[in-house]
Every structure is written in structure tokens, then in C-alpha cells.
């Protein structure tokens, strides 16, 4: 759905190399993905750095903002009602999110305003989060190095 949504040409495969349970091979994907994004904004020379996106899916609308300034920081206000979703335990998409959040260096907003069923909310975030990172990853040809003023990020 993250793909998806934010046109990213990616697959992901996740096989754990010894006996480990789903908190590590999540937390692994989020780290491994994370990595990727930093390595594909390389030096984040004319990105918009910023991204906003509200993204409905039924009864839940979920809000995620984003900036690629490679200071990591994960505010997650998602009120999940179930324990698990399907097979996942739900505290495990706020693990996964942290771990893309420090490794790709974003501070990273995601809130829930809305939801009552912990599907439809789970899938609201992920593909908020695509829209997001799309925009803020997206080339404006306008910016000229980095945009920050301090001429880094």
C-alpha cells in the first residue's frame, strides 16, 4: 500500500535468517526500509522535504506530515482497539514506523482523526505515508541545493 501510494518501485521480501519472532523481522523491515530512503534521497538536492497527506479508507481518515531533514523523530497517535490486526500485533506498525523514521532520518507525524476498524485504519496510514513521502521526495526544480537554510539537511 506504502508503495503504492507514494510510486515507489519497490518490492519487499522478509525472511528471518534464525528462529525470531514478528517484533524482529518487522522492526528489520522498517529498519532495511528506512536505509533504502536515506540511500535513494542521497544528498536531497531540489526535494520539496516537506509532505502532508490526509488519506481516508472508509470510517478512518489518518493524517501523516513528514519532513526529510534527517532528524529523526516518530510522534504516533494511532488508538488501535484489538491487540492484533489479522496475524500483526498493532504496536508492531508504530515499531515499524519508528524504525523507518531513524533510519531514513524523518520527523515523522502520524495521527488517526478519525477510525473505528483497526484495518481500515492500519491501511489508511501506510498509504498516507506513501502520499507523503512522495511529495516531500518529490523534485521541485525551483530549489537549488538543499532547502534549509542553513544549506543543509
Do not use: C, W
Not at 470510517?59 to 491487540?83: K, T, W
Amino acid at each position: 500500500l506504502m508503495a503504492k501510494h507514494g510510486l515507489i518501485d519497490m518490492q519487499v521480501f522478509v525472511k528471518g535468517d534464525i528462529s525470531v519472532d514478528a517484533h524482529h523481522s518487522v522492526e528489520d523491515a522498517g529498519i532495511v526500509l528506512g536505509q533504502a530512503i536515506s540511500a535513494a534521497l542521497g544528498n536531497k538536492d531540489s526535494i520539496r522535504r516537506y509532505g502532508t497527506a490526509f488519506v481516508p479508507m472508509d470510517e478512518a481518515l489518518a493524517m501523516v506530515s513528514l519532513d526529510l531533514s534527517s532528524r529523526p523523530f516518530l510522534y504516533f497517535d494511532v488508538p488501535f482497539s484489538r491487540a492484533k490486526i489479522g496475524e500483526m500485533e498493532s504496536e508492531m506498525i508504530e515499531e515499524f514506523f519508528r524504525a523507518v523514521s531513524v533510519h531514513a532520518g524523518i520527523t515523522l507525524h502520524i495521527k488517526m482523526l478519525h477510525g473505528k476498524n483497526n484495518h481500515h485504519m492500519a491501511e489508511a496510514v501506510f498509504k498516507a505515508f506513501g502520499q507523503a513521502l512522495r511529495q516531500a521526495a518529490s523534485i521541485d526544480e525551483r530549489i537549488q541545493g538543499v532547502f534549509s537554510t542553513k544549506g543543509v539537511l
